[in-house]
């Protein structure tokens, strides 16, 4: 019996997933800061996480991954990059060979075109805010509704145009102000989110679309994707564990 761990430390969320004879037999998710607060310490400039206090069994493969994964040197474990642990996780958890990743994490989008099974390009965008689950949350908090309700609308959206996060807070509490329904301004915050994106998913654009990440929930977004792309979107088990299982799937 081989099992192995794959750890993805997020920028607002770490993920952990557990493979045994490679198959997924358990998911973790830890809010960041509580997660180096309370589970972990740094020895010898290293960061120690006693797994079996999390749950976790003991492992004969430990890989990290993530937004965290070169400033925080976990001890004992191999480390790969971020693109790589989401194209191993979107290929064992879809079987498919031939598509385009679409990964929107906390605080970066990630975009990777695959044929027969490998990378053939990538493009990434972390230096701002406007296409990640950060600036839903924000959204969400503006309008008064939790991110479940703000993913289930996409019709007829209000016209937002600030492509800046911070001052896009400002655009939306305007419309508010104006007497704009809220479902037709939740439409608008999920239709700005694909426009940020638009430009590198058409640069990499596949018949299928793979998407993973946390805004991977979002019934709207899937949606928007599919009527303005005519690709057929496949959202995955467990698409916010993704990194964690494509890490998981590397014998360390």
């Known amino acids: ?39 972990s310490r740094r020895v010898e400039g290293k960061l120690t996480v006693d797994l079996a206090e999390l749950g976790i069994p003991e492992t004969e493969s430990l890989v990290s991954t993530g937004y965290g994964r070169n400033a925080l040197d976990l001890a004992g474990a191999k480390v790969i990059p971020e693109i790589k642990a989401h194209l191993l996780g979107a290929l064992f958890q879809t079987g498919l060979k031939d598509f ?56 007829e959206p209000v016209e937002l145009n600030s492509t800046c996060a911070v001052f896009g807070e400002s655009e939306l509490i305007g419309k508010i102000v104006d007497g704009c329904p809220t479902a037709n301004l939740a439409a608008g915050v999920n239709y700005t989110i694909f426009r940020r994106i638009q430009p590198m998913l058409r640069q990499l654009m596949s018949p299928v679309v793979v998407f993973t990440g946390g805004v991977a929930g979002s019934l709207a977004l899937r949606q928007i994707i599919e009527n303005e792309t005519g690709a057929e979107v496949v959202v995955p088990e467990h698409p916010q564990h993704n990194g964690a299982i494509g890490a998981a799937t590397i014998q360390a």
């Open 1 to 39: 019996m081989t099992v192995s761990c794959g750890i993805d430390l997020g920028s607002r969320s770490v993920k952990v997933a557990v493979l045994q004879d490679e198959k997924t037999v358990e998911l973790k998710t830890f809010d960041t800061i509580e997660f180096y607060r309370n589970h």
């Open 100 to 155: 385009t990743l679409l990964d929107l994490g906390g605080q970066d989008s990630k975009i990777i075109k695959v044929q027969r099974g490998r990378m053939v390009d990538f493009l990434t965008n972390d230096k701002c805010a406007a296409s990640t689950g950060r600036y839903l949350e924000n959204m969400a908090n503006v309008l008064g509704v939790s991110l479940e309700e703000l993913g289930r609308y996409w019709q």
